[in-house]
């Protein structure tokens, strides 16, 4: 069974400074991954999806990689900003198909002070 | 376009009522997904819609719980009869085709008392 897990749960840092989200799932057999940030009493934005044949996706500040033989992905997040100050959660969509269903982490909540 | 239309955004209602929860997805999208989102289980798929025909509802709690896409633009998720730890924050998302991208909706927060 994918069970995918997210240190640390939650995450403080200084305006500036560069720093990297962890995801841990236990099966390498994936199709993709994709990173989300949910913003407090709002719904999620996907920020990033890696297929399982790509080793990492970038979008502005924003890297994330993946590495299937290990079951890991991090999302870095250079030059923090304090509207970088959100949960950001990973899932995993285990199959290709019909079948859409991701597995998700529990996020980490992550503060990014001024 | 809108985005993900949900609701009502908030819910308050007694033990043993029935709740009706609704969401329109982004117009063109031919997936849907209901998720429910607590602070102990994180978030939790419920059912997924693919055409409006249910794939995968594995996730359904149990029988008081139901879901229904009758047509490509509005879904609904009901609760009947609703229990306290039924609250949490519910959430609609919406895809297309065969990108994975989910775009969500503002949710429902849904209080049973």
């Given at each position: 069974?994918?069970?995918?897990?997210?240190i640390?749960?939650?995450?403080?840092?200084?305006?500036g400074?560069n720093?990297?989200?962890?995801?841990?799932?236990?099966?390498?057999?994936?199709?993709?991954l994709?990173?989300?940030?949910?913003?407090?009493?709002?719904?999620?934005?996907?920020?990033?999806?890696?297929?399982?044949?790509?080793r990492?996706?970038?979008?502005?500040?924003?890297?994330?990689?993946?590495?299937?033989?290990?079951?890991?992905?991090?999302?870095?997040?250079?030059?923090?900003?304090?509207?970088?100050?959100?949960?950001?959660?990973?899932?995993?969509?285990?199959?290709?198909?019909?079948?859409?269903?991701?597995?998700?982490?529990?996020?980490?909540?992550?503060?990014?002070?001024? | 376009?809108?985005?993900?239309?949900q609701?009502?955004?908030?819910?308050?209602?007694?033990?043993?009522?029935?709740?009706?929860?609704?969401?329109?997805?982004?117009?063109?999208?031919?997936?849907?997904?209901?998720?429910?989102q607590?602070?102990?289980?994180?978030?939790?798929?419920?059912?997924?819609?693919?055409?409006?025909?249910?794939i995968?509802?594995?996730?359904?709690?149990?029988?008081?719980?139901?879901?229904?896409?009758?047509?490509?633009s509005?879904?609904?998720l009901?609760?009947?009869?609703?229990?306290?730890?039924d609250?949490?924050?519910?959430?609609?998302?919406?895809?297309?085709?065969?990108?994975?991208?989910?775009?969500?909706g503002?949710?429902?927060?849904?209080?049973?008392?």
């Open positions: 069974k994918q069970e995918v897990t997210q640390p749960a939650a995450l403080s840092v200084p305006e400074e720093l990297v989200l962890n995801c841990s799932f236990t099966d390498s057999a994936i199709y993709n994709q990173w989300f940030r949910q913003d407090p009493g709002k719904g999620l934005t996907s920020l990033l999806l890696i297929q399982s044949s790509q990492e996706q970038t979008s502005g500040r924003l890297n994330a990689s993946l590495d299937k033989s290990s079951g890991r992905s991090t999302l870095y997040i250079a030059a923090s900003q304090p509207g970088d100050s959100a949960t950001y959660l990973c899932a995993v969509r285990p199959n290709a198909g019909n079948n859409r269903k991701l597995i998700w982490g529990l996020g980490t909540s992550l503060a990014v002070n001024p | 376009d809108a985005g993900v239309i609701s009502p955004r908030h819910e308050v209602t007694e033990m043993g009522q029935e709740v009706t929860l609704r969401c329109k997805p982004i117009s063109g999208h031919n997936s849907l997904f209901w998720y429910r607590t602070m102990m289980r994180g978030l939790e798929l419920l059912i997924y819609f693919n055409n409006n025909v249910p995968d509802d594995s996730g359904m709690p149990e029988d008081r719980f139901s879901a229904k896409m009758p047509n490509a509005f879904s609904t009901k609760i009947q009869p609703s229990e306290p730890r609250s949490a924050v519910y959430f609609c998302a919406s895809s297309f085709g065969e990108i994975d991208e989910q775009y969500f503002p949710g429902t927060r849904l209080t049973v008392t």
